[in-house]
């Protein structure tokens, strides 16, 4: 359910158009891959340090929570228990925990932040590419400590649950958009609102650029080849992410291995969708449904999106081509190939 590749990025940074000279441009490293931050018409009093202070704080907080690289962090100690009784946590935490439990049950089952045993299982976990392709016995095995409904979670006071206590959880795909929006009500409490914030490739976009324009990001096309824009976005408070197929993959006896593993059959997914661009309002809602819309495909996916009011473009592989199909709502911010 990661998503290894960025596919999107700021047009501005990729053409190599000057920056105003009012405009503060910071990036580094975030949660293995990079951010980049762009503020337009800062107040008084801030600076490019102070915005990095702010980032780095926020950096620090996700991390000290959500990571699964540090072994005091707050889902590391939750994976580690055996526990079932209710495991006290965080605030945000809890938030992130039960912004996925929700697109969980409204995707029934798409996106599932306890699949990361089967993503291991498939070869795309830290041990690598396996040996001998799963059969169907190790697939039910690890399936059976796998599903969103062993967990629960409660907002007030903040905690977690497990109904079974081999069950772990992964916030690859959630934490990222949680940063961009906790970093945007960050920036906001110091009096920016013209602001771009790029963490691996979600985007949020507020306010206008230091132009005095919507921000233009670029989705980039979803092809192994060397990165080019697919589509040019106009983005004006709106977040923006994707969800893509490509490049993180391994083939065997002629069949493609995807790394995007569908929680309900333990297996890869098996569709032409390339890749799928979502948007809305907050980063961390998006983020969530755009790996669930991934997994659904480009039928099940469109129709269930079309349904709840996202909107998102579906890119699909044909042959040789690419054809996109959008729900209302995105079409309106796509400006250009």
């Known amino acids: 359910?990661?998503?290894?590749?960025?596919?999107?990025?700021?047009?501005?940074?990729?053409?190599?158009?000057?920056?105003?000279?009012?405009?503060?441009?910071?990036?580094?490293?975030?949660?293995g891959t990079v951010y980049n931050v762009k503020v337009a018409a800062a107040?008084?009093?801030?600076?490019?340090?102070?915005?990095?202070?702010?980032i780095e704080e926020v950096l620090d907080s996700v991390d000290r929570s959500m990571s699964e690289y540090r072994s005091d962090?707050?889902?590391?100690?939750?994976?580690?228990?055996?526990?079932?009784?209710?495991?006290?946590?965080?605030?945000?935490?809890?938030?992130?925990?039960?912004?996925?439990?929700?697109?969980?049950?409204?995707?029934?089952?798409?996106?599932?932040?306890?699949v990361s045993p089967l993503v291991a299982l498939w070869g795309f976990g830290p041990a690598g590419e396996p040996a001998l392709i799963p059969d169907d016995a190790a697939v039910r095995e690890?399936?059976?400590?796998?599903?969103?409904?062993?967990?629960?979670?409660?907002?007030?006071?903040?905690?977690?649950?497990?109904?079974?206590?081999?069950?772990?959880?992964?916030?690859?795909?959630?934490?990222?958009?949680f940063t961009v929006d906790k970093l945007a009500q960050r920036f906001e409490?110091?009096?920016?609102?013209?602001?771009?914030i790029d963490i691996g490739g979600e985007v949020m976009a507020?306010?206008?650029?230091?132009?005095?324009?919507?921000?233009?990001?670029?989705?980039?096309k979803p092809i192994d080849a060397e990165p080019e824009p697919y589509a040019i976005?106009?983005?004006?408070?709106?977040?923006?992410?994707?969800?893509?197929?490509?490049?993180?993959?391994?083939?065997?006896?002629?069949?493609r291995?995807?790394?995007?593993?569908?929680?309900?059959?333990?297996?890869?997914?098996?569709?032409?969708?390339?890749?799928?661009?979502?948007?809305?309002?907050?980063?961390l809602g998006i983020d969530t449904w755009a790996t669930a819309l991934n997994v659904l495909g480009e039928q099940e996916g469109y129709e269930l999106a079309k349904q709840r009011g996202i909107p998102a473009m579906f890119i699909v592989q044909q042959g040789d081509r690419l054809i996109k199909k959008m729900t209302p709502g995105f079409e309106e911010h796509v400006i250009g190939p």
């Open 73 to 114: 962090s707050e889902v590391s100690r939750f994976n580690a228990s055996q526990s079932t009784e209710w495991i006290d946590v965080s605030a945000d935490f809890a938030t992130v925990v039960a912004v996925s439990q929700e697109t969980s049950q409204a995707s029934h089952g798409a996106f599932d932040i306890t």
């Open 257 to 283: 291995f995807s790394h995007t593993i569908d929680p309900r059959t333990g297996r890869p997914v098996q569709h032409d969708l390339a890749a799928v661009v979502v948007m809305g309002p907050t980063s």
């Open 189 to 196: 409490a110091m009096g920016l609102h013209r602001f771009m």
């Open 1 to 31: 359910m990661t998503r290894f590749a960025v596919c999107l990025f700021v047009l501005a940074g990729m053409v190599g158009c000057a920056r105003a000279p009012e405009e503060i441009v910071l990036s580094g490293p975030a949660q």
């Open 233 to 255: 976005l106009r983005l004006a408070d709106f977040s923006v992410t994707t969800s893509g197929e490509y490049r993180h993959y391994y083939s065997r006896d002629g069949k």
């Open 206 to 220: 507020r306010g206008r650029n230091a132009e005095g324009e919507p921000w233009h990001i670029a989705v980039e």
């Open 142 to 177: 690890v399936q059976s400590r796998v599903g969103f409904a062993m967990l629960e979670v409660r907002r007030e006071p903040a905690a977690l649950r497990k109904r079974d206590p081999r069950l772990t959880i992964d916030l690859n795909g959630a934490a990222p958009g």
């Open 43 to 54: 107040p008084a009093g801030v600076d490019s340090h102070a915005v990095r202070v702010v």
